[in-house]
């Protein structure tokens, strides 16, 4: 179960840096905000129809949750204007290194304290290397194209 669901991120992976591959002549043309609408707006409907049709029928409400919880629409809203912004001026590939760093940076601080309720997993040595892997590959990536 555990290498479907890796299998399962690196695929949402993938499909995250096609998304910004769309979203960033999306945004040269319509204008970077309306690309970002556009991203939401079509994602909102889709989810609406999948909840409409698969969706529990007896969930908790939606407005019973801490307020916190429902913060990640704005932090969602950031990271797809930094797309729309990054991606026609240092590409692709240098946004979604710098994008991916950033999510370890975070992710292991998350992990390690405990954050926002998850598990807690230490930070160790292979977390802190991984985390050095990906910025010697931004920083590669980006003296490559010139970007830094």
Not at 16 to 44: D, M, N, R
Not at 94 to 123: E, N, P
């Given at each position: 179960?555990?290498?479907?669901?890796?299998?399962?991120v690196?695929l949402?992976?993938?499909?995250?840096?096609?998304?910004?591959?769309?979203?960033?002549?999306?945004?040269?043309?319509?204008?970077?905000?309306?690309?970002?609408?556009?991203?939401f707006?079509?994602?909102?409907?889709?989810?609406?129809?999948?909840?409409?049709?698969?969706?529990?029928?007896?969930?908790p409400?939606?407005?019973?949750?801490?307020?916190?919880?429902?913060?990640?629409?704005?932090?969602?809203?950031?990271?797809?204007?930094?797309?729309?912004?990054?991606?026609?001026?240092?590409?692709i590939?240098?946004?979604?290194?710098?994008?991916?760093?950033?999510?370890?940076?975070?992710?292991?601080?998350?992990?390690?304290?405990?954050?926002l309720?998850?598990?807690?997993?230490?930070?160790?040595?292979?977390?802190?290397?991984?985390?050095?892997?990906?910025?010697a590959?931004?920083?590669?990536?980006?003296?490559?194209?010139?970007?830094?």
């Amino acid at each position: 179960m555990q290498f479907v669901l890796i299998l399962l991120v690196v695929l949402g992976g993938a499909g995250l840096s096609v998304e910004a591959g769309i979203l960033g002549p999306l945004g040269q043309e319509v204008g970077k905000l309306w690309a970002t609408f556009s991203i939401f707006g079509v994602g909102a409907a889709l989810t609406f129809l999948l909840m409409l049709f698969f969706g529990a029928r007896n969930a908790p409400s939606f407005f019973d949750q801490p307020a916190w919880t429902l913060t990640g629409g704005m932090l969602g809203v950031a990271y797809v204007v930094v797309l729309a912004l990054a991606v026609p001026i240092i590409g692709i590939a240098v946004t979604m290194i710098g994008i991916l760093a950033g999510q370890l940076l975070s992710s292991m601080l998350i992990d390690h304290f405990g954050w926002l309720g998850v598990a807690r997993r230490k930070i160790d040595r292979r977390r802190v290397s991984a985390l050095c892997f990906a910025l010697a590959a931004l920083g590669l990536i980006s003296l490559d194209m010139g970007a830094v």
